[in-house]
């Protein structure tokens, strides 16, 4: 169903990397999750009405917020697709991250509303009835639910959209949702015992978690999130199958969509190439991460020592005694400037973010007495940097 859905609507499925393409699967899977849901919550709706359940009718409730979040996505996918223009160069694509935030808020509201309604039941129990039709018809809005967090998710791994993934996400809590309200229905039946407001306010919990969780994977891109390792390493690695490229460090990414991506890195080349070489192979990795990964890239060169042995020799030692002191520790820009009575060793140490100011003072006084346990005549430059990449 889904790769027919996809043929249908989707017109050149494969080119992912097309903004329009992108567009056209967001487009349906907002329709696809609003038809589904509506119909959801007409189903349960009535169920709960008739049946006096309110599990059913928080349920019900959870669906339509489910479909006025694929229809606030619709725009969003919309407004997203816009090109860039002078105001926005880097185009409109954080209008995803928008219109996703503004649908975690709905979620909390509906949250809100079915747990007050759900403690009201608590307090004041009421027995609800049980049908068997209500029953089939729950389990098929499981079976839905199931399909449409399928769905999802494959297209959001295609495209690798983050909000396809939160709501293929959300649709399997839906699932678990429907699934306790059948339970509370089961044991009203044959035990007589009443609990609907308990599972009612354990779904209004869920549905409040799901809105904390929307909005706070919403918000992170939108203040500055740490580069994902995943996408570090995708550039890193494409970009060290270049020839001269030797090392690289300092990769910063700024997030502007799904689809929208600008990174700078530091290249290190060596010193004994011509600026003519290092120029051209460096536009060409430009050129081609922009062409292949829609990622507008933008490469600093760094020349490094390559052939004097004893300078490459320092530095493996420098880095061993920094991996003594912390492993996930890192150096580069490393360089080595002899004097009549000193030399002197500069680079830049890259620290990870729990370090506190104290911590890396302590840590670097004894880095520094321990290169010059190598040689008294050691002095070392060293900046202290923190990583732009999250940690695993």
């Known amino acids: 169903m889904t790769n027919l ?45 008739l049946i006096n359940s309110i599990s059913v009718t928080a349920d019900a409730f ?37 219109s996703a935030l503004i649908v975690a808020f709905l979620v909390l509201q509906v949250g809100f509303t079915c747990f007050k ?16 039709i209500s029953i089939i018809i729950l389990f098929l809005s499981i079976f839905l639910k199931a399909w449409l967090s399928f769905f999802n998710r494959k297209l959001g791994n295609r495209i690798n959209s983050s909000v396809m993934k939160a709501t293929a996400a959300d649709a399997l809590g839906d699932v678990l949702i429907t699934s306790a309200t059948v339970i509370s229905l089961f044991i009203g039946h044959f035990t007589g015992l009443r609990v609907d407001g308990y599972m009612g306010a354990a779904v209004s919990i869920f549905v409040l978690i799901s809105g904390f969780n929307i909005a706070k994977d919403t918000l992170e891109p939108l203040i500055g999130q740490a580069i ?61 991460m922009l062409r292949d990964e829609n990622i507008f890239l933008v490469i ?6 390559v052939n004097n042995e004893k300078v490459k020799e320092i530095r493996v030692q420098v880095t061993k005694k920094v991996k003594e002191l912390e492993e996930k520790a890192t ?30 003072e302590e840590l670097l006084f004894e ?7 190598l ?9 202290i940097e923190n990583s732009f990449i999250a940690e695993e």
């Not at 229809?71 to 997203?80: C, E, F, Q, R, T």
């Not at 890193?236 to 969509?257: Q, R």
């Not at 600093?300 to 020592?305: A, K, L, T």
């Open 5 to 49: 859905l996809v043929k249908l609507f989707v017109k050149n499925s494969e080119d992912i990397h097309d903004q329009k393409v992108r567009t056209s699967y967001g487009i349906l899977t907002s329709i696809v999750g609003i038809i589904c849901n509506l119909i959801l919550f007409l189903c349960k709706f009535t169920i709960g009405f």
């Open 117 to 132: 309604s759900s403690v009201n039941k608590i307090l004041h129990p009421e027995s609800t009835s049980f049908a068997m």
């Open 228 to 288: 994902d390792p995943k996408l570090c390493k995708m550039i890193v690695k494409k970009v060290m199958e270049y020839p001269y490229i030797i090392g690289t460090h300092d990769l910063v990414a700024h997030n502007y969509g799904p689809s929208h991506i600008m990174a700078t890195i530091h290249c290190e080349v060596p010193n004994d190439i011509s600026m003519e070489d290092a120029h051209e192979v460096i536009d060409k990795i430009e050129r081609d």
């Open 367 to 373: 880095l520094l007495e321990r290169i010059k346990e």
């Open 375 to 383: 040689d008294e005549r050691y002095q070392c430059v060293i900046t």
């Open 62 to 98: 959870n669906n339509l917020s489910d479909s006025a979040s694929s229809l606030i996505s619709l725009v969003g996918v919309k407004l997203a697709s816009r090109p860039a223009d002078k105001e926005h160069p880097f185009g409109h694509g954080r209008y995803e991250y928008v």
């Open 300 to 305: 600093h060169m760094d020349p490094v020592e």
């Open 331 to 360: 150096i580069h820009d490393f360089r080595v400037v002899n004097g009549e009575s000193q030399i002197n060793l500069i680079f830049d140490l890259v620290l990870p973010h729990h370090y506190k100011p104290k911590e890396e």
